[in-house]
């Protein structure tokens, strides 16, 4: 696994305990008419759920570049032809073009 997988991992691990902390937070809060106490819980109910939610989104984002870099080591040629394509559609698309005198 690697450095920055172990990272996600520490992160998820983290999300999950902040939103069980928030979730105990808000049942005592519940239970004993503590309304700040309550609302303490579910600001670290979602505080967790949107750690552990980035990380996957990380995880992800980070397999799709994984499998750029490889795309562009395996063909090079390929590649370039790709990204030359794009930008010249680009340039078509963005910039203005030239009104014809006459």
Same mark, same amino acid.
């Given at each position: 696994m690697t450095e920055s997988?172990?990272?996600t991992f520490g992160?998820?691990?983290k999300g999950a305990i902040e939103e069980g902390t928030g979730r /105990?937070?808000?049942a005592a809060g519940g239970l004993t008419g503590d309304l700040? @106490?309550?609302?303490? +819980?579910?600001?670290?109910? @979602?505080s967790g759920m949107a750690r552990r939610e980035f990380a996957d989104l990380y995880e992800e984002g980070e397999g799709k570049l994984e499998k750029a870099v490889l795309f562009v080591q395996d063909r090079? /040629? @390929?590649?370039?032809?790709?990204?030359? @394509?794009? +930008?010249l559609l680009a340039g078509l698309v963005l910039l203005? *073009? *030239?009104a014809a005198k006459g």
């Amino acid at each position: 696994m690697t450095e920055s997988g172990n990272d996600t991992f520490g992160e998820k691990a983290k999300g999950a305990i902040e939103e069980g902390t928030g979730r /105990l937070k808000d049942a005592a809060g519940g239970l004993t008419g503590d309304l700040g @106490l309550q609302a303490e +819980g579910k600001v670290d109910q @979602l505080s967790g759920m949107a750690r552990r939610e980035f990380a996957d989104l990380y995880e992800e984002g980070e397999g799709k570049l994984e499998k750029a870099v490889l795309f562009v080591q395996d063909r090079p /040629l @390929l590649a370039v032809a790709v990204a030359a @394509l794009v +930008g010249l559609l680009a340039g078509l698309v963005l910039l203005p *073009r *030239r009104a014809a005198k006459g």
